[in-house]
Structures are given as C-alpha cells and as structure tokens.
C-alpha cells in the first residue's frame, strides 16, 4: 500500500487517482501509525515553503517522514513536495526543510532570463544527465518525454542528486534523488501516459 501524506497541502485526490488508474492501492492519510505501516508514502504539495513545512511539522509529520526515508522506505516528492525534501526554501524568507536531499530552494528569477514569465507553467521536455545512468524512477519513459510544470522556484546546488533538468531559459532542476528519497517539480499526475509511467516506475520500487 502506497500512503499519500495528507497535511491540508495539495490536490491528494487527483494524485490518487492517478495511482488507481495503474492499478496502485492508495491511502490518503495523516495517521502516523497508517503512515509506517505504509510500503510508499508520496508527499504531495502547493503553495508556499514556510507554510508546507509548517503544516508537516504541525502533527510531527516531518520527524516521521524523516524516519521513514532514513529506513529505506520508497519517498516521492511532487511540486512543493520535492521543495519540502530539501535543506531550505528561500519563499517569503528562508525555511528549514526535510534535509533528506542536499541543496536549497530558490526564486528561478535568479537565474533564467528577465523575459521569462513566472511562474514557469506548462508542457517541458525532460532531459536527463549524461555522465550517469538514467534514474530508475524514469525506466519507462524516454528523455524528451513532456510533463507538466506550475512554479516560480526550484531546487538549485543538487549536483549529482539532479535526475532530470527542464530548459526555461536555464536548466533549471526538474527532479532528483538521493537513495530511495525521489522528487518531481513536475506534476506526474497532471503529465498524462508520461505521468502515469513515472508514477508505476515508483510503484515498483
């Protein structure tokens, strides 16, 4: 059973969805006993990092989803989700986060070109990194695959944790991964077959 962490952050239905559209049995959940009992946990998320990492920390979710990565058990991050994974976010000040991946959340004003809109919302191209395997997360898609992005910051400082980046101008960081922690900047649940194949990538995990 996957178990979707439900902290009053994200569209948790549509995710879910998504998941029974390829056959995945879901929960959606903030009970931390349903949460370890768990084979996945998914944390979704939108809106603002402060307020994200706030609501997790509200319950003591994010010593438990701390627990559980560090115990080896599959984590996928979306959206703000994959922000939260990790060591700060800089959105209306800057905020502590999960510290499962190292690197820092950041305005993509910073580095794309001045007449780029933002947020950067669409259809992107994913391409992944040369010098490395391609990432078991995307084992059933191809580079150049399109997914679906809505955001105005991203992950920046990943290194070698970046899975895939996005061209906006700049390559900015589409997904990474360190272990068995996973995150998307994209929405798969939002990115069609190419979402759902990420999603049953992460189901086999």
């Known amino acids: 059973m996957i178990a979707i962490i439900d902290y009053d952050v994200g569209n948790l239905f549509s995710l879910k969805s998504s998941f029974a559209a390829i056959g995945a049995d879901t929960t959606v ?21 402060g307020d994200a990492a706030a609501l997790l920390a509200r319950d003591g ?3 438990l989803v701390r627990e559980e990565a560090g115990s080896g058990k599959p984590l996928l991050g979306i959206c703000l989700g994959m922000q939260l994974l990790f060591d700060y976010g800089t959105e209306y000040g800057e905020h502590r986060g999960l510290g499962l991946i190292p690197g820092g959340v950041r305005d993509i004003r910073e580095v794309i070109p001045a ?15 040369k010098d490395r395997p391609v990432s ?9 695959d399109c997914v679906y992005f809505v955001h105005s910051f991203a992950a920046m400082d990943c290194g070698a944790d970046t899975i895939a980046t996005a061209e906006y101008g700049a390559d900015l960081t589409a997904a ?18 190419v979402g759902l194949n990420i999603l049953r990538a992460f189901c086999e995990m």
């Open 61 to 63: 979710l994010d010593k």
């Open 176 to 193: 990474a991964a360190k272990g068995n922690v996973y995150g998307t900047q994209f929405h798969p649940e939002k990115s069609g077959a």
């Open 115 to 129: 007449d780029h809109k933002v947020p950067h919302i669409g259809w992107n191209a994913l391409r992944f990194p």
């Open 29 to 49: 959940t903030s009970d931390p006993d349903t949460l370890r009992r768990a084979e996945k946990l998914v944390l979704p998320g939108v809106g603002a990092f």
């Open 136 to 144: 078991p997360l995307f084992r059933h898609i191809r580079e150049g």
